[in-house]
């Protein structure tokens, strides 16, 4: 094994990634079965799936993908997906928190409800998944190379942007403490918990909050390296926390979004010059 790959190669790796296929969550997808784990995306959208486990296939990695449909806010069937990941691997190197929605209305327009079902799939899914699978996980790390759990955050969670997202912001402010928490629960089991806090990628959940160019531009804009994110920045931060490289951090929120995080309100007059 040449010395990128001791760093950073998951061959041998299983790793179930929620929300893996579409969006963000496919492209942690993609960077694990390209560094060589074996992948399961869940998510409840059949067709969704399948396209997702066939380009994953394609892509020439020495992982593999498959898929099992599960809708993470209720309970019922988070505990059947957990229950079948059992009866397929004896143990989980990695857990990727990923799946997330959001719910967009002006204040004083938010339905009571709407919380309810926002942190059952941004927060209570990812705390519960952690909980019914910490034997599997104990038996994918080691105390070297302990086994990982990347949580998906966002820049939401850091800067208190509203947006009529007011749930969501809670929501992910929310999962960026439940790592910190999880990480010192979880230490002493072989696993690291980190989050990966996203800036603007192109997805579904983004493209409803985007749907014209100038709607676009303006989240661009507000980037300080005024574009969006891609594929590769998601991947390099995957492999850096779930590979050997990353086997010494936990408890950490990384902000991945072009410095978003660092948008402390003069920004338009930074544009002006
Ligand atoms: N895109 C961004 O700019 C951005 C920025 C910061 C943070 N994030 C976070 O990134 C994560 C992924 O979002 P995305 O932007 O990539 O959105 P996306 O393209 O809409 O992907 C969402 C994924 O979650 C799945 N999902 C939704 N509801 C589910 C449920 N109840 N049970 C199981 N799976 C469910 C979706 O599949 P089904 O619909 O088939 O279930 C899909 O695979 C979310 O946590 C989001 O908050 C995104």
Redesign the pocket.
Known sequence: MNYLENLFSLEGRTALV??????????MAEALVMAGADVI??????A??VA?VERLNALGGSGKADAI??????EE?LLALCRQIEQRWDALSILV??????WGAPFGKVPYKSWESVF???VT?PFALCQELLPLLERGGRPDDPARVIN?????GILPLGNNAFS?SA??AS?HHLTRVLARELAGHNITVNAI?????????????TPDETAYEVVRDMVPLKR??NASDIAGAMLFLCGLGGAFVTGTIIPV?GGVATNCGDEPQKQRG
Not at 41 to 46: L, Q, V, Y
Not at 69 to 74: E, G
Not at 197 to 208: A, N, T
């Open positions: 929620t929300g893996g296929s579409s969006g963000i969550g496919l492209m995306i869940t998510a409840r959208k059949e969704e799936c997702a449909l599960a809708d993470l806010s209720k069937q928190n990923n799946a997330g929605r959001n059952a799939l941004n899914a998906t955050g966002s820049s939401s969501y929501s992910k999962i806090s996203p800036g603007p990628f192109d997805s579904r959940m983004m493209k409803l909050a969006w994110g979004d």
